[in-house]
């Protein structure tokens, strides 16, 4: 048996895409794309900013041509990664070079990650090429060349990070050395995680042939003072419903449990609470099935942003200019205080920026953002 080892999709320790898609055999098989260069990722956590900096992938691809990527993602994060077209493999790293990676050579890597122990373990791959960021003499993190400098400085100094108005894809894309025609992140689900979505929905008793608008409370735990209040979510809630009879389903994860359990009782039939114990690729489904996202700046915003949903995010605490929302959707930001994108974990002021966002605003996107979504839904064909 000929095996082309040299193509992309091949593994050596498992079938590949094509034969267990219909049976062909290597030598024969129409699909062979032999690897140009091999690419190694290092973009660990969180899953929100993993998920982000697929924006570079179409990029690599347009520079590179058929290179084989391999991306190195915490196990939190690895799953958003699944059925992506342009990674070819995931490993899962903790704080040591994962067996698979240890012996192997690459053309380049690209750590995309300022932590140092992502940089640690870029340091320590096997490349003809580095870019991003690796560890200095001294153990701690340098950036490797001047495209990387500016997110390094940002991510050191506050006043930068307020100061900046670009995007988060335009400084990665400039880090990655690549200029894609299109930046959208990318996030495949596939059709039996879609159709286990709508039968949860379901059963939950959403009727799946109106708009849904998913409205994500929480923030979680590293910066809780990204979520909007519960009583701005339960108002928002009962006019969009009065006066356009859209269901709403609340989400978030095992943080916002009994947040949402309060609105779900105050709110009533109004909304369908999706409950808070899915896994991440579940959960994504469900964002997935909203039309419109009412959310802070989350992994749920960044799931919506690129399965191409309308979004109203809601900024205080981080930076809007650095979301990216592709022409779907808003951003609503405090304009009450004096003291935005300070990044801070705790807070002495009350009312805090969060607290600030009016309700007329938020509603008002919403509508915009509904209107808009119903405009491009496509129209049933006439008898």
């Given at each position: 048996?000929?095996?082309?080892r040299?193509?992309?999709?091949?593994?050596?320790d498992?079938?590949?895409?094509?034969?267990?898609?219909?049976?062909?055999?290597?030598?024969?098989?129409?699909?062979?794309?032999?690897?140009?260069?091999?690419?190694?990722?290092?973009?660990?956590?969180?899953?929100?900013?993993?998920?982000?900096t697929?924006?570079?992938?179409?990029?690599?691809?347009?520079k590179?041509?058929?290179?084989?990527?391999?991306?190195?993602?915490?196990?939190?994060?690895?799953?958003?990664l699944?059925?992506?077209?342009?990674?070819?493999?995931?490993?899962?790293?903790?704080?040591h070079?994962?067996?698979?990676?240890?012996?192997?050579?690459?053309?380049?890597?690209?750590n995309?990650?300022?932590?140092?122990?992502?940089?640690?373990?870029?340091?320590?791959?096997?490349?003809?090429?580095?870019?991003?960021f690796?560890?200095?003499?001294d153990?701690?993190?340098?950036?490797?060349?001047?495209?990387?400098?500016?997110?390094?400085?940002?991510?050191?100094?506050?006043?930068?990070?307020?100061?900046?108005?670009?995007t988060?894809?335009?400084?990665?894309?400039?880090?990655?050395?690549?200029?894609?025609?299109?930046a959208?992140?990318?996030?495949?689900?596939?059709?039996?995680?879609?159709?286990?979505?709508?039968r949860?929905?379901a059963?939950?008793?959403?009727?799946?042939?109106r708009?849904?608008?998913?409205?994500?409370?929480?923030a979680?735990?590293?910066?809780?003072?990204?979520?909007?209040?519960?009583?701005?979510?339960r108002?928002?809630?009962?006019?969009?419903?009065?006066?356009?009879?859209?269901?709403?389903?609340?989400?978030?994860?095992p943080?916002e449990?009994?947040?949402?359990?309060?609105?779900?009782?105050a709110?009533?039939?109004?909304?369908?609470?999706?409950?808070?114990?899915?896994?991440?690729?579940s959960?994504a489904?469900l964002?997935?099935?909203?039309?419109?996202?009412?959310?802070?700046?989350?992994l749920?915003?960044?799931?919506?942003?690129a399965?191409?949903?309308?979004?109203?995010?809601?900024?205080?605490?981080?930076?809007?200019?650095?979301?990216?929302?592709?022409?779907?959707?808003?951003?609503?930001?405090?304009?009450?205080v004096?003291?935005?994108v300070?990044?801070?974990?705790?807070?002495?002021?009350?009312?805090?920026c969060?607290?600030?966002?009016?309700?007329?605003a938020?509603?008002?996107a919403?509508?915009?953002?509904?209107?808009?979504?119903?405009?491009?839904r496509p129209?049933?064909?006439?008898?």
């Amino acid at each position: 048996m000929t095996w082309r080892r040299d193509c992309r999709r091949f593994r050596g320790d498992e079938p590949c895409a094509p034969h267990k898609q219909s049976g062909v055999l290597c030598a024969a098989c129409g699909d062979y794309e032999p690897v140009g260069r091999r690419v190694v990722i290092v973009k660990q956590n969180a899953p929100g900013d993993v998920l982000r900096t697929t924006s570079i992938l179409r990029g690599l691809r347009a520079k590179l041509g058929a290179c084989h990527v391999t991306w190195v993602a915490a196990e939190g994060a690895a799953p958003l990664l699944r059925e992506n077209p342009l990674v070819d493999r995931i490993v899962v790293a903790g704080e040591h070079v994962p067996l698979p990676l240890a012996t192997e050579e690459f053309d380049l890597a690209l750590n995309l990650d300022a932590a140092q122990a992502s940089c640690a373990l870029a340091s320590a791959l096997q490349a003809k090429e580095r870019r991003g960021f690796a560890l200095g003499p001294d153990f701690k993190p340098v950036p490797l060349h001047p495209e990387a400098e500016t997110w390094f400085e940002m991510g050191l100094r506050d006043d930068l990070k307020r100061a900046n108005r670009r995007t988060y894809q335009d400084l990665t894309c400039e880090i990655a050395g690549v200029r894609p025609a299109d930046a959208r992140p990318i996030l495949e689900l596939t059709p039996d995680e879609r159709a286990a979505a709508r039968r949860f929905l379901a059963r939950a008793g959403a009727d799946l042939e109106r708009p849904l608008l998913g409205v994500n409370t929480g923030a979680g735990g590293r910066w809780p003072l990204k979520k909007w209040t519960a009583e701005g979510f339960r108002q928002l809630i009962e006019r969009v419903t009065q006066e356009t009879g859209t269901r709403v389903l609340l989400l978030g994860g095992p943080l916002e449990a009994e947040r949402n359990s309060r609105l779900a009782a105050a709110c009533g039939e109004r909304v369908v609470d999706c409950r808070t114990d899915h896994d991440l690729r579940s959960f994504a489904t469900l964002v997935d099935q909203c039309e419109v996202l009412v959310s802070g700046d989350t992994l749920a915003m960044q799931i919506a942003i690129a399965r191409g949903r309308h979004v109203v995010a809601l900024f205080g605490p981080t930076s809007p200019h650095e979301i990216e929302l592709f022409g779907r959707g808003e951003k609503i930001v405090s304009s009450a205080v004096d003291c935005l994108v300070c990044y801070r974990r705790q807070c002495d002021r009350d009312p805090n920026c969060m607290n600030t966002i009016p309700v007329e605003a938020v509603h008002g996107a919403v509508m915009r953002q509904l209107g808009l979504a119903a405009a491009a839904r496509p129209r049933a064909e006439p008898c």
